[in-house]
């Protein structure tokens, strides 16, 4: 599976995105998606997940309520919708694909995107 973010880019605080995340190669509608974010000096960090049907998901804490995973397995991409921006949430964003069922371990996933960079500025 390959895997391609985008939709990153630099956003006031307050403010929304989408991140896409769009999949090749093997059969998409039969892995877990998940979305980790990075920035600097701290480690990969859980953001949210979506089993493979779509009728389960996940949110770390601190995006609950803020930020919605979603999937169309016919266009074969995940999505995040991410609204109330806070400077906090400036980091490399990455998607993931994993084989097990639905889990907010990074090590768990199999395949890995590439990363968006999404900057909130104050």
């Known amino acids: 599976v390959q895997l391609q973010a985008s939709g990153g880019g630099l956003v006031q605080a307050g403010g929304s995105l989408r991140l896409s995340c769009a999949a090749s190669g093997r059969t998409f509608s039969s892995y877990a998606m998940g979305w980790f974010r990075q920035s600097p000096g701290k480690e990969r960090e859980f953001v949210a997940a979506i089993s493979w049907s779509g009728g389960s998901t996940y949110y770390a804490d601190s995006v609950k309520g803020r930020f919605t995973i979603s999937r169309d397995n016919a266009k074969n991409t995940v999505y995040l919708q991410m609204n109330s921006l806070k400077p906090d949430d400036t980091a490399v964003y990455y998607c993931?694909?994993?084989?097990?069922?639905?889990?907010?371990?990074?090590?768990?996933?199999?395949?890995w995107g590439q990363g968006t960079l999404v900057t909130v500025s104050s």
């Open positions: 993931a694909a994993g084989e097990l069922p639905v889990t907010r371990r990074a090590y768990e996933y199999d395949y």
